[in-house]
């Protein structure tokens, strides 16, 4: 049996942290920022951790 192959687009946007938790980007970074305030803006600087729920997958996306 071949081994399964990690998935490359979800190497590249999540980072395995040292308590097990999953690093995550934020949304609405990349262009025309202007119309966002600033209150919004200054949010999406804080580290984003994927949800539980969501985890088990990611993990599996990117070990494998």
């Given at each position: 049996?071949?081994?399964?192959?990690?998935?490359?687009?979800?190497?590249?946007?999540?980072?395995?942290?040292?308590?097990?938790?999953?690093?995550?980007?934020?949304?609405?970074?990349?262009?025309?920022?202007?119309?966002?305030?600033?209150?919004?803006?200054?949010?999406?600087?804080?580290?984003?951790?994927?949800?539980?729920?969501?985890?088990?997958?990611v993990k599996e996306m990117i070990v494998s």
């Amino acid at each position: 049996m071949p081994k399964m192959k990690s998935v490359k687009g979800a190497v590249k946007r999540f980072k395995v942290k040292k308590n097990g938790q999953i690093k995550r980007g934020t949304a609405f970074r990349s262009h025309i920022l202007t119309k966002q305030d600033a209150k919004t803006r200054r949010k999406q600087h804080a580290p984003k951790v994927v949800a539980a729920s969501d985890a088990k997958n990611v993990k599996e996306m990117i070990v494998s």
